[in-house]
């Protein structure tokens, strides 16, 4: 299969294919013309030597028929008598082939002056002669086929060459490199068209690219100078005393989420980056970014009466960005608090894997395959949809197993494994 999607292989196997036939077709009919030569030479000589005989015999009707290693004849008088055998007596006049036992002839059978001659030729050295005949025709056809298959090869080469050079100068140009066009290294002919192709094509990417830059920094900078206002008048609302602590408190909940945030805004522009590379980042240990996650959302069980079972183990080290990482943390231990009214949350990290598991009011069978597609979110759910997405994006760059599993009214079990 892999043969016949390249082209080259195509082109080899059609040149192949082509050659076999062509030389096939002219062996058979080399064959059959040399079949038909060898016979008509054979008959010419039975007609001669019969011409030759008659001759004799109406000189000297006690001439013998021919007998040689190759040639028997026999004559029949005009009453019947001769010394004729039995599988000659019954053969009309013309031309015939016999075989007697392992030894095959060809039979001339003519009458004149009221006499009936046979004369036998033996063709078993010219079916000798036939058969190497044939087995070098064999082997031409075999040779020709080779050499179309070989032909074909160089001639793929040849051909795919310039589809082969713009591909590797296509696959090696980095995203920054504009100022030399392809088409200028393949000026004419269907590949310099395909080249003026990618050339207009890597021209509209290199303006979305551009487009794309602008508008993250500068939305990137407009971001930061408003959370950091935020978090500056938060900072400076709590040290105020005459605020009492609910006032604190909401002030507390505005800093924990533009800090939040302000490192979500990070970890996304990172991910967004092309050159960003899934090793980026020093050594996060993951049972502190649990604690921190899990305290910074106790506020959403408020007064539930949900009991929260939290299990780290600290040698998990993990070699990725730390803010990544609390994303996807924060996503699924806030989902198990926003989700479980009563009952309890259990966050528990081991050496491989991090499970979140809750008694909540679970997702609908129907929901569960569709909770990682981005925008969704069922009837009960408050936010935008974005959150397993995300985390499920995350997994997928770092090569971590993500797997949920729930039951409606009963829970849910989320559990990453990282490889």
Same mark, same amino acid.
């Given at each position: 299969m892999r043969l016949l999607s390249d082209l080259r292989g195509r082109v080899a196997l059609f040149f192949a294919g082509f050659g076999a036939l062509v030389s096939l077709i002219m062996a058979v009919a080399l064959y059959q013309s040399a079949h038909d030569l060898s016979q008509r030479l054979i008959d010419e000589? %039975? +007609? !001669?030597?019969?011409?030759?005989?008659?001759? =004799? @015999?109406?000189?000297? #009707?006690?001439s013998l028929p021919p007998s040689t290693v190759v040639v028997h004849g026999y004559v029949q008088g005009a009453a019947g008598v001769g010394d004729v055998p039995g599988y000659l007596a019954g053969l009309p006049v013309g031309r015939h082939n016999i075989h007697l036992g392992t030894i095959s002839y060809r039979v001339a059978v003519v009458e004149r002056g009221g006499a009936r001659y046979y004369l036998l030729h033996d063709i078993a050295l010219q079916a000798r002669r036939e058969q190497r005949f044939a087995w070098?025709?064999?082997?031409?056809?075999?040779?020709?086929?080779? %050499? +179309? !298959?070989?032909?074909?090869?160089?001639?793929? =080469? @040849?051909?795919?060459? #310039?589809?082969?050079?713009?591909?590797?100068?296509?696959?090696?140009?980095?995203?920054?490199?504009?100022?030399?066009?392809?088409?200028?290294?393949?000026?004419?002919?269907?590949?310099?068209?395909?080249?003026?192709v990618f050339d207009r094509h890597l021209i509209r990417m290199r303006a979305f690219m551009e487009r794309e830059r602008v508008f993250?920094?500068?939305?990137?900078?407009?971001?930061?100078?408003?959370l950091a206002v935020i978090l500056s008048a938060a900072e400076i609302l709590l040290e105020d005393d005459s605020l009492g602590d609910k006032q604190k408190s909401r002030v507390g909940r505005i800093r924990r989420a533009a800090h939040d945030m302000a490192e979500l805004g990070t970890a996304l522009l990172l991910m967004a980056r092309e050159e960003y590379s899934v090793s980026a980042g020093g050594g996060c240990v993951l049972a502190d970014v649990v604690r921190d996650v899990v305290a910074e959302q106790r506020h959403l069980l408020r007064d539930k009466p949900v009991e929260v079972d939290v299990?780290?183990?600290?040698?998990?080290?993990?070699?990725?960005?730390?803010?990544?990482?609390?994303?996807?943390?924060?996503?699924?231990?806030?989902?198990?608090?926003?989700?479980?009214?009563?009952?309890?949350?259990?966050?528990?990290?081991?050496?491989?894997?991090?499970a979140v598991s809750?008694?909540?009011?679970?997702?609908?069978?129907?929901?569960?395959?569709?909770?990682?597609?981005?925008?969704?979110?069922?009837?009960?759910?408050?936010?935008?949809?974005?959150?397993?997405?995300?985390?499920?994006?995350?997994?997928?760059?770092?090569?971590?197993?993500?797997?949920?599993?729930?039951?409606?009214?009963?829970?849910?079990?989320?559990?990453?494994?990282?490889?």
């Amino acid at each position: 299969m892999r043969l016949l999607s390249d082209l080259r292989g195509r082109v080899a196997l059609f040149f192949a294919g082509f050659g076999a036939l062509v030389s096939l077709i002219m062996a058979v009919a080399l064959y059959q013309s040399a079949h038909d030569l060898s016979q008509r030479l054979i008959d010419e000589t %039975l +007609s !001669a030597e019969l011409d030759d005989y008659i001759a =004799r @015999r109406e000189r000297n #009707p006690a001439s013998l028929p021919p007998s040689t290693v190759v040639v028997h004849g026999y004559v029949q008088g005009a009453a019947g008598v001769g010394d004729v055998p039995g599988y000659l007596a019954g053969l009309p006049v013309g031309r015939h082939n016999i075989h007697l036992g392992t030894i095959s002839y060809r039979v001339a059978v003519v009458e004149r002056g009221g006499a009936r001659y046979y004369l036998l030729h033996d063709i078993a050295l010219q079916a000798r002669r036939e058969q190497r005949f044939a087995w070098m025709l064999v082997l031409m056809v075999v040779a020709m086929t080779m %050499l +179309s !298959a070989l032909g074909g090869i160089w001639l793929s =080469r @040849r051909v795919v060459a #310039p589809v082969a050079e713009l591909a590797a100068k296509v696959r090696h140009r980095s995203p920054n490199d504009w100022e030399h066009p392809l088409s200028d290294d393949f000026p004419v002919g269907e590949v310099g068209e395909l080249a003026r192709v990618f050339d207009r094509h890597l021209i509209r990417m290199r303006a979305f690219m551009e487009r794309e830059r602008v508008f993250n920094a500068d939305m990137s900078h407009e971001l930061r100078t408003a959370l950091a206002v935020i978090l500056s008048a938060a900072e400076i609302l709590l040290e105020d005393d005459s605020l009492g602590d609910k006032q604190k408190s909401r002030v507390g909940r505005i800093r924990r989420a533009a800090h939040d945030m302000a490192e979500l805004g990070t970890a996304l522009l990172l991910m967004a980056r092309e050159e960003y590379s899934v090793s980026a980042g020093g050594g996060c240990v993951l049972a502190d970014v649990v604690r921190d996650v899990v305290a910074e959302q106790r506020h959403l069980l408020r007064d539930k009466p949900v009991e929260v079972d939290v299990r780290t183990d600290p040698e998990l080290i993990l070699s990725v960005d730390a803010g990544l990482v609390k994303i996807v943390v924060s996503n699924l231990v806030r989902n198990a608090f926003s989700f479980t009214a009563a009952g309890s949350v259990a966050v528990w990290q081991d050496a491989r894997s991090l499970a979140v598991s809750d008694t909540g009011s679970g997702i609908p069978a129907h929901a569960v395959e569709r909770v990682f597609v981005r925008h969704y979110h069922d009837t009960g759910s408050q936010g935008a949809g974005i959150g397993l997405s995300l985390v499920k994006r995350i997994c997928g760059c770092y090569g971590w197993q993500i797997r949920l599993e729930s039951r409606e009214n009963r829970g849910t079990v989320v559990r990453v494994t990282f490889s």
